[in-house]
């Protein structure tokens, strides 16, 4: 794991607001810290910069991993992965109550790959819900 800068870090939280840039779940109501995430991976070329970096809880980090890219379940075709600094996330997703809808082939994908609506998440985002922490 590269080491982030506490000053990069610092703007990478206030950036995200505290959420996840996935799936935006609030880092306020999990025990651990969010990772600071490499959108394109240093392996394949991306650098420890604020245009490479955004904030992701330890489900959505673990599964993207190194992927930029994954299949589109209603497609089938081979599509890039969301990437918060050239997407804005309310044109890939939306919410049906707690569940993560994918409006596009991006965010169809992007669902699947991270497994943004498996059951255990879906119940998080309800305690969330009534906490008045999720969005």
């Known amino acids: 794991m590269t080491h982030v800068p506490g000053t990069l870090r610092r703007l990478v939280v206030r950036r ?7 799936c935006r779940l609030s880092q306020d109501g999990p025990e651990a810290t969010f990772p600071i995430e490499h959108i394109t991976p240093i ?3 991306g650098e420890t ?4 970096l ?16 994954a299949v589109d379940p209603d497609t089938g075709l081979t599509v890039p992965l969301f990437h918060p600094r050239r997407h804005l996330w309310s044109d890939h997703f939306a919410w049906k109550t707690v569940r993560l809808i994918g409006l596009t ?8 790959a991270l497994a943004m609506n498996r059951p255990l998440i879906l119940a998080i985002r309800e305690e969330e819900a009534l906490l008045g922490r999720h969005p």
């Not at 995200?16 to 996935?22: A, L, N, Q, V």
């Not at 955004?54 to 890219?69: D, E, F, G, H």
């Not at 082939?105 to 699947?112: E, H, L, M, N």
């Open 43 to 45: 392996a394949s070329g």
């Open 16 to 22: 995200s607001g505290g959420r996840c840039e996935y």
């Open 54 to 69: 955004a904030l992701a809880c330890v489900s959505c980090s673990l599964r993207k991993a190194t992927r930029q890219s």
């Open 49 to 52: 910069a604020a245009e490479n």
């Open 105 to 112: 082939a991006t965010g169809r994908a992007t669902i699947q």
